[in-house]
T-cell receptor, first 113, second 113 residues
Framework: NAGVTQTPKFQVLKTGQSMTLQCAQD?????MYWYRQDPGMGLRLIYY???????DKGEVPNGYNVSRLNKREFSLRLESAAPSQTSVYFC????????????FGNGTRLTVT | GESVGLHLPTLSVQEGDNSIINCAYS??????FIWYKQESGKGPQFIIDIRSNMDKRQGQRVTVLLNKTVKHLSLQIAATQPGDSAVYFCAESGGGSQGNLIFGKGTKLSVKP
């Protein structure tokens, strides 16, 4: 039981390049989330998927797109990376009801030069 | 808008002492609260949660206290150990049907041997 798995762990991009961050969970959770973590800013929600087949914007969605591929997998895509997107990205999942905790992956550390 | 904050950005304690980490929240409608621990290079790890119909909840060496009157949340760690050194986040379940979590910026706990 691996929980939430994120790939890659590290990535360096040049401005304008694109990439997709992968996330998979094996806990049969309904809801999945993408957060970014910046120094002094805490965790900010980018996009979430309350259930398979749905996605919604969070607090900071600009510059990102997501795909809920199936119940297990939720990917985050940067179409044209910018230095402001240098951050640590965390994927998380939870059962789905509002009174359940999020379970996080170990993050992807992205640097855009 | 709603916000979750922490009273102290850093906390240094002696090994064996008890630690108390505080958090203020501003949304009186929040009904679910969580504490997370984040070690360097890892994702946030769930510690303990509490619903708004409770004042106190205990886990293994940890206790969460909720004071809805003053919108205050605290995490108490008994007999603090070096392995407790980490950043601790509180989070509240914000408004809306999804109850997406809103995170504080974190308190860094350092345990001196």
């Amino acid at each position: 039981n691996a929980g939430v798995t994120q790939t890659p762990k590290f990535q360096v991009l040049k401005t304008g390049q694109s990439m997709t961050l992968q996330c998979a969970q094996d806990m049969n959770h309904n809801s999945m989330y993408w957060y970014r973590q910046d120094p002094g800013m805490g965790l900010r929600l980018i996009y979430y998927s309350a259930s398979e087949g749905t996605t919604d914007k969070g607090e900071v969605p600009n510059g990102y797109n997501v795909s809920r591929l199936n119940k297990r997998e939720f990917s985050l895509r940067l179409e044209s990376a910018a230095p402001s997107q240098t951050s640590v990205y965390f994927c998380a999942s939870r059962r789905g009801d509002r009174g359940s905790p999020l379970h996080f992956g170990n993050g992807t550390r992205l640097t855009v030069t | 808008g709603e916000s979750v904050g922490l009273h102290l950005p850093t906390l240094s304690v002696q090994e064996g002492d008890n630690s108390i980490i505080n958090c203020a929240y501003s949304n009186s409608a929040s009904d679910y609260f969580i504490w997370y621990k984040q070690e360097s290079g890892k994702g946030p790890q769930f510690i303990i949660d509490i619903r708004s119909n409770m004042d106190k909840r205990q886990g293994q060496r940890v206790t969460v206290l909720l004071n809805k009157t003053v919108k205050h949340l605290s995490l108490q760690i008994a007999a603090t150990q070096p392995g407790d050194s980490a950043v601790y986040f509180c989070a509240e379940s914000g408004g809306g049907s999804q109850g997406n979590l809103i995170f504080g910026k974190g308190t860094k706990l350092s345990v001196k041997p």
